[in-house]
């Protein structure tokens, strides 16, 4: 508790009182000294006369509290300084009392003050757990959604991997569209959780090929633009992959997988920009993919051989820009 007072033999009465009712009491004669005092301890309050010689009390209340806002602050004002008053009530002052100052007045509004100032700091403290706990369980579950979503990929993987198992040519294929298809995306600067969305969609891309009646896919694709439509159902992949809310990102992909940049893809004929990024990288690795591993008919292509029969395409089936990603992870620049 500080007592800031130039009249000596009322501060000293004031502070014999106060450390009667049990406080632990400083003095200053003048504002700079209260300054200093407050800067080298933390006090819980602060008894303040608005005219003093050299820095008024209405002067010091701000920088008080601008040291601690916290400080209860409670002004000694004259029975002609009603607006003064007033104005310390603006600046922050929890109350005033006008001299002479009654001794059970003071120790009313002192304890009053002291009051507001511990409520508010149990509300700030309380606040500060709150926001602290919520911090805690919004990143708890934000991980037990990213164990779930990787949970959720496994187990569509597994059942993509059973039907690539039907057919030696396609073993594998959904995981190196996978890896392929996350590669292009940081190459693209897409952030994080986009790269985790991409890489999980390229894994369990063909999802709807399950689908299909016939045990065996043909993976082929010609070096033109006389594309044949997907072998697969994306009605049954949405049906699939929907329920999934954490694996929103990853429905959409495979979804418009099969949309085409010049706008006759399926099932929407979305175009250009209108189609998912996501998609448009899928696409592009996994039909790279089909070229690059051999298949009961045909022998597999060279890297650059792969990416010459793709240039076709560019603009027509494929995002140029993705394309262009494409050559540099697979065949290097130029």
Request: include cysteine; charge should be negative; aromatic fraction near 2%.
């Amino acid at each position: 508790m500080l007592i800031v007072e130039d009249d000596p033999s009322l501060r000293s009465a004031i502070g014999a009182f106060l450390e009667r009712l049990g406080h632990q009491v400083l003095q200053a004669d003048n504002a700079e000294q209260a300054l200093e005092l407050l800067a080298t301890q933390r006090l819980s309050a602060m008894l303040c006369d608005i005219r003093m010689s050299g820095m008024s009390g209405i002067e010091l209340l701000p920088k008080a509290l601008a040291g601690d806002p916290d400080l209860a602050v409670i002004m000694l004002t004259g029975v002609d300084e009603p607006r003064a008053a007033i104005s310390c009530l603006k600046l922050g002052a929890a109350d005033y009392l006008i001299k002479p100052v009654d001794l059970e007045e003071l120790q009313h509004a002192l304890q009053s003050a002291l009051r507001k100032r511990d409520l508010e700091l149990e509300r700030r403290g309380l606040e500060e757990w709150l926001a602290h706990e919520v911090a805690a369980r919004t990143k708890e579950l934000v991980s037990q959604s990213r164990q779930l979503s990787r949970l959720s990929v496994h187990v569509l993987a597994a059942l993509v991997d059973a039907l690539e198992g039907k057919d030696p040519a396609l073993r594998g294929h959904s995981q190196r569209v996978a890896d392929l298809s996350g590669r292009i995306a940081v190459r693209l600067g897409l952030p994080d959780d986009e790269i985790e969305a991409v890489r999980a969609a390229g894994r369990v891309h063909d999802v709807g090929k399950l689908a299909l009646r016939e045990p065996g896919l043909e993976l082929s694709v010609p070096p033109s633009d006389e594309i044949a439509a997907p072998q697969d159902d994306p009605d049954l992949a949405m049906r699939l992959l929907q329920p999934l809310a954490h694996l929103k990102g990853v429905a959409e992909i495979v979804r418009y997988q099969h949309e085409r940049y010049d706008g006759k893809g399926v099932p929407e004929g979305r175009r250009g920009e209108e189609i998912p990024l996501g998609a448009r990288i899928v696409a592009a690795a996994s039909v790279y993919d089909e070229l690059s591993v051999r298949g009961p008919d045909r022998t597999a292509l060279e890297p650059r051989e792969a990416i010459a029969n793709l240039r076709s395409l560019v603009g027509l089936m494929l995002d140029p820009k993705v394309f262009a990603a494409l050559v540099l992870e697979v065949a290097g620049p130029g």
